[in-house]
């Protein structure tokens, strides 16, 4: 059994999801794992991880629309507004999708469905450092 490790750094340039498919897939099959689990973290509570559908666009300006919606920046609601409106409103939206996934790796490739791609969804408006820290396990 082998493994590997890694921080994947996204330059978040606003409130969007950010297809980090590429990078991790690349980092995956230079792992040199033929044959294992992939999981993906990320250090942030005010930015999130998914895997959505990276085929229409649409989808990820449906997705932000819906959670504009569920999580409206500056909602009375709130109370923690130390770092502006878009703050209380990330932290909800963190805890309505993922910090971490795990992805079978098969063949040194990241198995994912034919239309699936892995977003960083980045939750505050000003831009942002992001860490995801990469670990697969394998043979």
Do not use: C
Request: aromatic share 8%; glycine share 6%; net charge negative.
């Amino acid at each position: 059994m082998r493994q590997s490790h890694e921080t994947l750094n996204i330059n978040a340039q606003g409130r969007r999801l950010y297809d980090i498919t590429p990078q991790v897939a690349q980092w995956v099959e230079q792992s040199g794992i033929q044959s294992g689990l992939l999981t993906l973290y990320i250090q942030h509570t005010s930015a999130s991880l998914l895997i959505n559908e990276n085929y229409d666009r649409d989808v990820l300006v449906d997705m932000e629309a819906f959670f504009n919606r569920i999580a409206p920046d500056g909602d009375e609601l709130f109370i923690h507004t130390v770092e502006g409106p878009d703050d209380m409103p990330a932290h909800v939206r963190t805890a309505l999708t993922q910090t971490s996934l795990s992805i079978p790796v098969i063949n040194s490739k990241v198995a994912l469905g034919q239309w699936q791609g892995i977003f960083l969804f980045e939750h505050r408006h000003q831009p942002a450092r992001r860490r995801v820290l990469m670990h697969v396990i394998g043979e």
